[in-house]
């Protein structure tokens, strides 16, 4: 991500100060409220599987909504236009919609406290091991992009030091999970996504205002960068040029398809709010919940890099000292007057915390369980993994801000984003979705179908796009690719070895995969669950039904 422009500092003065300082206050306020509740492990690293799916619905879609998409999508909807929906309408959706009906069935009846325990029990030990360690990694290099995303931001906008940014939210982001534990991340999570909402909301408004309405705005940017800059699918033939780099095989498998899959329903920092449900009905509902905040949020960030573009035509040029990554600290500047700018501060900042939350939340309790006490410390009563639990996350803070200058190094965020997808997630989702639909599938297929899924997508990206074997325009376009490959080569592996080496007896199948009855009963439904209008079916085909309804006014 490339520094912000110099210029772009905010007017903020003591009102919009006090504003933040509220924020902060509440924020800790939570976490020792929900310390109270916190008297197992499974309290802190599950919530004791007791939140209700709307708590754990907005805690879903809050945990996605780091301030790296903010930035990063308002950025891509600067420079690439309309195309940008395609990362919410088909690259979110359809994934949100099948972890909801398909996956967390699975997922909760085995009872598992991880997405890397299910693995355990579905194939063995070593993929269990591999998994573990690729997603520990994988969550603390995306916290660390919160991390240096938010210094530089605050550096820019408020003149804060780097280093006290880092130190701040990081200082703030431990104390509440340490104290309170994933039910402080979940209840912080439901209390940013309103703040980041009544951000956003003005930016939005005021931005399109200050343009002359949609139409306009429309007209304007279909001048300067043509016809398919405002339409969906227009360019992206294949063999045609367009700036996104992508055509439209590569946009429905290697983004629709792969990485949503892969990030969606395999990425513990979103399963994890899921599997904190009260109960599996509730489990299934929170990802559908998700869905719809989910399909509209698109346009609080789409729009704001849209009226961008049109206020500065030369945003992201050599012609302009504005990168795309300024878009919306450039509208803070420019349209918000003091207050409205303190909340806009304060959910900038609401969604740096809430990002690195979730995926420090989700370290803690795989580095706790799936790693510490299953292989190195075994048979310790619950009180030391709950006191280890508190601990490691305070290592996780610290590691994360270590790799916030890994993040340094690239110049757009959401390029590193997806391409640590495609090596992390698409892998393993490529590993739960044969495992969980192939019972034929062997014990030892699951861990070289990681290692081939891995090996391959870096290949692809560090020696084959990066080392000029194949020509690939854009970053974007080159981690498309990356998981195409990454999925096929793990599948493929998986095969052939699942050829060579024994299946896992059908008894130890039961529950985890298609087709096979789960050993529990299932749950009775009380009466709020039994209501129409919370069927998961209903609630998850309207979602698929609204997103591709909302595709037509963009598509032609």
Known sequence: MQTLAEGLRLPTNGLD???????????????FAARASV????????????????????????????????????ATGAQYGVAVVHWYWIGAIPAMVFLG????????????????????????????LLSSVLFAFAAILIAGVNLYALSIVVEALLGWPQWVAIVVAGLFVLIYITIGGLSSAIYNEVLQF??????????????????????????????????????????????????????????????????????????????????????LSAAKRTPLIAAFPKIFI??????????????????????????????????????????????????LLAAFMAGMAANVSSFNTVFTTDIWQRYVVKGKPDTYYLKFGRLITAIGVLASIGTAFIAASFSNIMSYLQTLFSFFNVPMFVVFIIGMFWKRASMKSGVWGLVAGTGAAMI???????????????????????????????????????????????????????????????????EADSAWY???????????VLAAACYIPYSF
């Open 17 to 31: 100060y006090a504003i933040l300082a509220i924020y902060f206050v509440v924020v800790l306020g939570i976490g």
């Open 39 to 74: 008297k197992t492990s499974l309290d802190f690293f599950l919530s004791g599987r007791s939140l209700p799916a709307w708590v754990t619905g907005l805690a879903f879609v809050a945990a996605n909504l780091g301030a790296t998409e903010i930035l990063g999508m308002a």
């Open 101 to 128: 009906l398909v996956m967390m069935p699975f997922y909760y009846r085995s009872k598992v406290r991880s997405v890397p325990e299910f693995l355990l029990q579905r194939f063995d030990k070593s993929a269990h």
């Open 194 to 279: 309103f703040v980041i909402l009544a951000a956003l909301i003005p930016i939005t408004v005021l931005g399109l205002k200050r343009v002359g309405g949609w139409d306009a705005m429309s007209d304007s940017l279909t001048q300067q960068h043509g016809g398919d800059f405002m339409t969906a699918w227009g360019g992206t033939g294949i063999g045609d040029a367009n700036p996104l780099g992508a055509n439209w095989l590569t946009i429905v498998l290697g983004l629709g398809f792969v990485l949503s899959f892969g990030y969606w329903t395999t990425n513990f920092a979103e399963v994890q709010r899921a599997l904190s449900a009260k109960n």
């Open 298 to 347: 698109v346009f609080a960030v789409m729009i704001p890099g849209l009226v961008a573009a049109v206020i500065v035509p030369q945003i992201g040029t050599p012609d302009s000292d504005l990168t795309y990554n300024d878009a919306i600290p450039l509208l803070m500047q420019e349209l918000l007057p003091n207050g409205v700018l303190g909340i806009a501060v304060t959910g």
């Open 460 to 526: 692809n990206y560090f020696w084959i796009y990066k080392g000029g074997v194949i020509d690939i325009p854009t970053d974007q376009g080159a981690n498309f690719v990356s998981a195409i490959v990454g999925f096929v080569a793990g599948a493929v592996v998986m095969v052939a070895v699942t050829l060579f080496t024994a299946p896992k007896p059908d008894a130890e199948l039961a529950g985890l995969v298609y087709g096979t009855e789960s050993p529990d009963p299932d749950e009775e439904l009380d």
């Open 534 to 544: 919370r069927k998961p079916a209903l609630l998850g085909w309207g979602a698929v």
